[in-house]
């Protein structure tokens, strides 16, 4: 018998339309380009070295405030460009799709601050104009800032944040799913019709925090719904995740506590009536490489020598919710901390570090974030990378990695110029795109949502009423 096929590594660019978006600090080095964030040519370029490299997208995040729970202020965060000045993340999307084929796009927005309504007219738009190769990052917002100057004193609490984001998913899928038959855009010349006005209905949703009552704007796109991504790993964050995501991104500083919370999302999809392998989870990491072992430990010294650590420091205190100013650099993130922001964070902060196994203090947690972020880094020759990313697949049931980058776009050149082509001689990574949507390229079941989704029970010809 011959073996079984190994399973392929799947890999997600991850960025931000800003400066520095995981490594505070690396703007500086002489060859990151994170400072042309404005400029439509890095990321056309971007998008570009991606699609060379067969990435299943670029993952853009976003936040809707500054990171000024350090101090009490940001300007820390103003001074070491911690996700700020920051631009739209949409608006990038149509000049990437341009100039790439396949390449998909997951764009973050909040549900906290912008009405479902006409929300979902962007998102059909952008589904149509890259032919279907758009995802949406769901987020239901962390930082007290962007409440602020929304006109609200704070956010809601956290898992209340979730019982709205339910409602505007509900609403969404109303929407796209189920206000536009397939043929209602007829084209009719002869009779002067364009659309069948028998075959468009209206939604009619009264919720708890909407009121909806009428059609949706636009004709159906390639996937209708653009796949759902999300990131929040909480408790009510990993239920939301089970009901509505088709893509999970995680960040856990060790194999075993990626494995666990792997596990748990899977348990919990599963909990929902759906099947384990109905998400792809990218765990969060960053790579460092180069022709050989050498070269590539060279460039990580060389990077963590750029490192912001106070930057750092008021980044994590935004992902935390806690001001870690108030700290000195070596005590320890207690148990009995709070969060009303990402819980996740804490509860990963809290746990034994993974290169010492005991409590991470406050210095180890900013030189930690210094390069990459959240997640580890991986430094080695591309053949040694490929290796490591292989046996974090087999070990963890992980189905790839949502990619950060040291310097940009030179983390990514260097993955796909010494890490891919290791990956495929082994068996283990495309060597062509699969043609179709990005919802078809994921699963390879077609481009609508499957049957066991939540958004499939809101399609046309089901009862549109609100469900709450």
């Known amino acids: 018998m011959s073996p ?7 890999f997600n660019a991850f960025d931000m339309n800003c400066v520095g978006h995981q490594s505070p600090g690396l703007w500086r080095h002489p060859q990151d ?4 964030y404005a400029s439509l040519r890095y990321w056309t370029h971007l998008a570009q070295v991606l699609e ?6 670029l993952f853009i995040a976003d936040v809707l405030g500054t990171y000024d729970v350090y101090g009490g202020s940001n300007e820390a965060t103003l001074r070491a460009g911690t996700q700020v000045p920051v631009n739209d993340p949409f608006l990038l999307v149509s000049a990437m799709a341009a100039v790439t084929e396949h390449l998909g796009f997951g764009v973050t927005a909040g549900t906290a601050y912008e009405h479902p309504y006409p929300f979902s007219r962007r998102l059909a738009t952008l589904d149509h104009l890259t032919e279907g190769r758009v995802g949406w990052n769901v987020v239901t917002g962390y930082l007290p800032s962007a409440a602020r100057n929304m006109g609200q004193t704070d956010q809601r609490e956290h898992d209340e944040r979730y019982e709205h984001a339910d409602e505007y998913l509900e609403v969404i ?14 084209r009719d010349t002869e009779r002067g019709v364009f659309t069948d006005p028998a075959k468009v209905h209206e939604i009619g949703h009264e919720g708890r925090y909407f009121s909806v009552p009428g059609i949706a704007l636009t004709e159906p796109s390639p996937q209708r719904t653009p796949v759902i991504f999300q990131a929040g790993a909480s408790p009510r964050g990993t239920r939301f995740a089970a009901e509505h995501a088709e893509a999970v991104f995680v960040a856990a500083p060790t194999r075993e506590q990626l494995t666990a919370t792997i596990a748990r999302i899977r348990d919990a999809v599963e909990a929902a009536g759906r099947d384990r392998s109905d998400v792809r989870i990218y765990a969060m990491l960053t790579v460092v490489t180069g022709p050989d072992d050498a070269t590539a430990r060279a460039k ?14 008021a980044l994590i205190s935004g992902w935390m919710g806690v001001d870690l100013s108030a ?14 922001a990402i819980q996740s964070a804490v509860a990963t902060f809290q746990q034994a570090s993974g290169d010492t196994g005991a409590p991470w203090t406050v210095r180890q947690l900013a030189e930690w974030v210094g390069v990459g972020g959240f997640g580890p880094v991986v430094v080695g020759s591309g053949e040694d990378v490929a290796a490591e990313l292989i046996d974090w697949v087999d070990e963890t049931d992980v189905d790839g990695f949502n990619l950060a980058y040291a310097i940009t776009p030179g983390t990514f050149e260097d993955v796909v110029e010494f890490v891919v082509p290791q990956l495929q001689a082994l068996g283990a990574y495309p060597t062509e795109y699969e043609p179709g949507t990005l919802r078809h390229k994921l699963f390879g079941r077609g481009d609508r949502l499957p049957d066991a989704h ?11 009423g609100a469900t709450r």
């Open 33 to 36: 380009r994170s400072t042309d």
């Open 454 to 464: 939540r958004g499939s029970r809101y399609r046309v010809g089901a009862a549109l």
């Open 327 to 340: 700290y000195d650099p070596d005590d320890v993130i207690g148990t009995d901390v709070q969060s009303n």
């Open 52 to 57: 060379k490299g067969l990435f299943d997208g």
């Open 300 to 313: 990580y010294a060389e990077y963590r020598s750029y490192t912001d650590v106070e930057g750092a420091l």
């Open 4 to 10: 079984e096929p190994r399973r392929h590594v799947r």
């Open 173 to 186: 899928y109303k929407l796209l799913e189920g206000s536009w038959e397939d043929d209602a855009v007829v």
